[in-house]
């Protein structure tokens, strides 16, 4: 077994037992917010680190789909285990409208059209106030029940598990994503997309097919989410929201499988060590964010591969300083 294998083995090795270790409520709350958020970061990196698509209306999917879940499971009476299912369709169908208008856009106009998506699905809710609670939110959505054992119960032990799992499944589908010929073809597009189109790539199916396949985890972790805290709330389409998951992106390292999902466990610990601070914690951990990027610019994921390149250049320079002998 390789030292990689060996280190990720006794991540989520950590990960599973975790709740063995302690069964403080809070802590177990922090840690599965914590793992739903790496699944919407992983996801998100498909399209803006990979993709190189500023597509802002991502942390949208991720609402779309805990309403769809909460409005199907409560007010129409789907089954609780189908939650995730419509959260995934209703993602992936927002997804593709979206899409639509930004499939011949770059840049600052793709961030417009996306970031005025999210914008427009917040109006919705708050207007139809009688389907989606206004500005109170969706409340009581039934949680996930599976053969009668609710996920609620044993201090919400079964979201903390399900929601690891959906992880480890987040990790597979990345790692495979960049090592398919589907991954190439967006990695072309992002780093030379009029070369790539002229080497006979179809921009327009391509990134239909990253939008929909990247929108598949936010819609799978909103769905947990709003089974989990049985809520929906019209904050989720805000800025705030939108911010933290890219300063975990940012953190983590774009176009890496692992650094989104190091940015969000590691933010989502810093933030709570520093509560103490109160709102002073937020210039806190934008200071630190900033002085990481300083030096790493590819973010906590390029730390390992910085300290390489810095040791070989610094054994280098030692090297070249020695006074050469004459045998």
Request: glycine residues 10%; contains cysteine; positive net charge.
């Amino acid at each position: 077994m390789t030292r990689k294998n060996l280190i990720i083995l006794t991540f989520f090795a950590l990960l599973a037992v975790l709740p063995l270790i302690t069964n403080d409520s809070y802590i177990r709350h922090v840690s599965i917010v914590a793992l739903l958020y790496a699944i919407v970061v992983s996801g998100w990196n498909i399209s803006l680190g990979f993709g190189g698509v500023f597509n802002f209306a991502h942390l949208a999917f991720f609402a779309i789909a805990a309403y769809a879940t909460g409005i199907l499971t409560k007010t129409y009476g789907f089954p609780s285990w189908m939650g995730v299912p419509i959260g995934v369709t209703a993602s992936v169908i927002a997804s593709l409208i979206v899409c639509l208008p930004v499939l011949r856009l770059k840049g600052i106009y793709v961030i417009l059209v996306t970031f005025g998506f999210g914008q427009l699905c917040l109006q919705v809710v708050l207007n139809q106030r009688s389907l989606t609670g206004g500005n109170f939110g969706f409340v009581q959505i039934p949680p996930l029940r599976v053969f009668g054992y609710s996920f609620r119960s044993d201090q919400a032990l079964g979201y903390y598990y399900l929601a690891l799992v959906v992880l480890i499944l987040t990790i597979l589908l990345v790692s495979w994503f960049r090592r398919s010929p589907f991954g190439w073809r967006v990695a072309a597009l992002r780093e030379n997309e009029d070369y790539a189109i002229a080497r006979g790539i179809a921009l327009a199916r391509v990134r239909l097919a990253t939008f929909a396949f990247s929108a598949i985890f936010p819609g799978a972790a909103g769905a947990i989410y709003a089974q989990y805290v049985r809520a929906a709330s019209p904050d989720m389409f805000g800025f705030s929201f939108l911010t933290i998951a890219l300063s975990m992106l940012l953190l983590g390292g774009v176009a890496t499988v692992w650094g989104p999902v190091v940015g969000a466990l590691v933010f989502a610990i810093l933030t709570e060590i520093m509560t103490p601070l109160g709102p002073g914690r937020y210039l806190v951990t934008a200071v630190l964010i900033v002085s990481i990027l300083r030096f790493f610019p590819k973010g906590l994921a390029g730390i390992p591969d910085g300290l390489a390149t810095w040791h070989a250049k610094w054994r280098g320079q030692r090297l070249s300083k020695r006074p050469h002998t004459i045998d």
